[in-house]
């Protein structure tokens, strides 16, 4: 398949005329990836024939429904029960049949899921409410492993690190003021990794290192998981970065950077350098009957860190009123800069994730009074 070259575009969600005038009266400083890589070209905008994937029936969802794709075997995500108390649940959804199971529902209206994960194996799954993360046992009831750490920081959605696979079972999470925790769910045991952590960001593929943020989100530590040494990592930069665009991988910490005028980079605090992955549309011109909209929260790493996903949301419209929409989910190869084109559905792709493998893609759809589904495309 050919590569698809992807439009350069403004920020999220707004659409019309209102999308174009936000992108005229903002400012930022854009600039060219440090080694000199530039993003992909821009070409118009087409609305194309929809190419969904494989559906998966999820039950009822939200705009705001999360999915971790970790287990080989299954996907978990969040949902609504359905009836009168319209309580989240989390839920995981058997890749291959479809068959959907209950893995926990919140005991109020107004309690959400933080975060959650599974290891690989499937045989153990992990998740945050209401400030404490629990283990979540097979036909039985759930095991309460520490109350976590609460200082947050800002756009932060991934709180816990389910390790790789030398650590089938282990989960990493932090606790107040600063320490950084191994549960084992085998052993139901316990144990200090370190200090001078305040949140666990993210583990390496190896299960070997935790990466850990300050609350002030600008600095980091890597923590080596066997020896609980810690050393400090670069300091992140850019306009914008959130936790669920960093990545501990074999090139070390990378983060996605994001401005304004939709320049995007994947920058790598180990030795400084950035790559383009979408070229900026800083002083483009404007088409305000054709609306692309890159949405610079779907970001999504494969777990080999070598390719990201994403979405743009297209409007087409006609004067003031927008006549049809589209969102369309692209993939990009760190190694090679292609980015290429992976689904065409005709509503907003929501929460993106890779499989284990890096070989297929989940992601989640909605529209404002219709119902929401979950597709798996093949890694373009």
């Not at 029960?81 to 989390?90: P, Y």
């Given at each position: ?96 049949t479809g068959a959907r199971r209950l893995i926990d529902s919140a005991p109020t209206r107004e309690t959400q899921y933080g975060d959650f994960g599974m290891s690989r194996d499937g045989l153990h799954t992990f998740f945050q409410l209401s400030g404490a993360l629990y283990y979540a046992v097979p036909d039985s009831a759930q095991v309460l492993i520490a109350l976590v750490a609460q200082r947050y920081l800002p756009g932060d959605t991934r709180r816990i690190s389910v390790l790789g696979a030398l650590a089938s079972g282990k989960v990493a999470y932090s606790t107040a003021p ?203």
């Amino acid at each position: 398949m050919a590569p698809t070259t992807v439009p350069v575009t403004g920020l999220p969600r707004p659409r019309g005329v209102l999308a174009g005038l936000l992108r005229i009266t903002m400012l930022a400083a854009c600039s060219r990836g440090a080694d000199g890589v530039n993003g992909p070209a821009r070409a118009a905008s087409a609305f194309l024939p929809e190419r969904t994937g494989q559906r998966l029936e999820a039950g009822v969802l939200t705009p705001n429904t999360l999915l971790r794709w970790d287990s080989d075997g299954e996907i978990l995500y969040t949902g609504l029960d359905g009836g009168n108390t319209n309580r989240a649940q989390l839920r995981a959804i058997h890749v291959a049949t479809g068959a959907r199971r209950l893995i926990d529902s919140a005991p109020t209206r107004e309690t959400q899921y933080g975060d959650f994960g599974m290891s690989r194996d499937g045989l153990h799954t992990f998740f945050q409410l209401s400030g404490a993360l629990y283990y979540a046992v097979p036909d039985s009831a759930q095991v309460l492993i520490a109350l976590v750490a609460q200082r947050y920081l800002p756009g932060d959605t991934r709180r816990i690190s389910v390790l790789g696979a030398l650590a089938s079972g282990k989960v990493a999470y932090s606790t107040a003021p600063d320490s950084a925790w191994i549960f084992d769910a085998p052993t139901r045991t316990q144990r200090l990794v370190s200090t001078g952590c305040e949140s666990v960001a993210a583990a390496s593929p190896d299960g070997r290192q935790l990466l850990c943020l300050a609350t002030s989100g600008a600095t980091g530590s890597i923590i080596d998981i066997a020896s609980g040494a810690r050393s400090p990592t670069a300091a992140f930069s850019g306009p914008s970065f959130d936790i669920p665009k960093i990545l501990s991988g074999p090139r070390g910490v990378e983060h996605i950077r994001t401005s304004p005028f939709e320049l995007t980079d994947i920058v790598n605090l180990s030795t400084g350098t950035a790559i383009t992955m979408i070229a900026s549309k800083e002083d483009k011109y404007l088409d305000f009957t054709n609306i692309d909209n890159l949405d610079r929260y779907s970001f999504a790493w494969s777990k080999d860190g070598s390719r990201v996903a994403y979405s743009r949301d297209l409007c087409y419209a006609r004067g003031f009123t927008c006549e049809r929409t589209q969102s369309q989910l692209h993939v990009f190869n760190v190694d090679t800069k292609e980015t290429r084109l992976a689904a065409v559905i005709n509503r907003d792709i929501g929460s993106i994730a890779f499989s284990p493998d890096g070989s297929r893609i989940a992601y989640l759809t909605y529209a404002a009074g219709a119902s929401s589904n979950m597709y798996i495309v093949p890694r373009p």
